[in-house]
């Protein structure tokens, strides 16, 4: 397992017609990884889980409250436990994660779906509360493994373009913690320069809510990282997804 490729898509909680749709389309991907975020426990995500479980695949679907949104893994390889969420005392579902044993050392995938907010006290707690735990058991994490961390983030890089005076200075803080937690934008490592939206409004406003983050010592890996337009153009989603193809 060389070669390593990571399909992050959010798929909105689908009804169980579109969720037959999503499996359809995805089962015919390439990638050896699918992070889905906005997923609960629905009839659609579930029968999206079981599918992909009877046909061999290996799944992180961490016990969602409620109606709740969370994050699901789904691996054509074996997977190992990740203590990752056990750090996250605030919304622990909204994150998925797990190990991945290579011949030159551990990779540890954690997927996240960040939860949006208003103007309400009780959302920008929320979402404070979690991007703060995530950034806390980061720093728990060992530096030796490999890491990719991925999902709808619902922020914006600081310089986004264009600029939506609405986020705050500690939304982008987080963009800013990964980066001096020793990862790096993926996206941006391969292009620089290049403006892309993984969703967009009614009003054609366009938002780079997905990422991908790689810690420093596998950068030098990436052979492609970019937004995927297909799944957004042909309504199975409204955002797009991103695709990272590592060799390690």
Known sequence: MKDISLFCWNIGNPSIERAKK??????????????????KNSVGCLFIKNY???????????????????????SKYPLEESTFSS??????????????????????????????????????????????NVVEALKSAPTSHFRIIL??????????????????????????NLISNQFKDAFRSISPNLEEYSWVGRTGDGY??????????????IEKCFYFHTPRNIRLSDHSAIVIKLSL
């Open 151 to 176: 999902g709808d983030f619902n922020i914006l890089e600081p310089n986004h373009s264009p600029h939506y005076s609405f986020f705050e200075k500690w939304e982008y803080n987080f963009y800013k």
């Open 52 to 74: 992909f479980q009877e046909i061999g695949y290996h799944i992180v679907f961490p016990n969602i409250e409620g109606k709740e949104y969370g994050t699901m893994l789904i």
């Open 22 to 39: 999503q499996v359809r389309w995805l089962k015919k991907r390439p990638e050896s990884f699918f992070i889905l975020t906005e997923v």
């Open 87 to 132: 750090h996250i005392n605030s919304l622990p579902f909204r994150a998925a994660s797990a190990r991945v044993s290579l011949p030159n050392g551990v990779l540890e995938i954690i997927g996240l779906y960040v939860p949006s907010r208003d103007k309400s006290i009780k959302k920008i707690k929320r979402k404070k509360d979690f991007l703060k």
């Open 208 to 221: 780079r809510y997905d990422h991908c983050f790689v810690s420093e010592n596998i950068l030098s890996t």
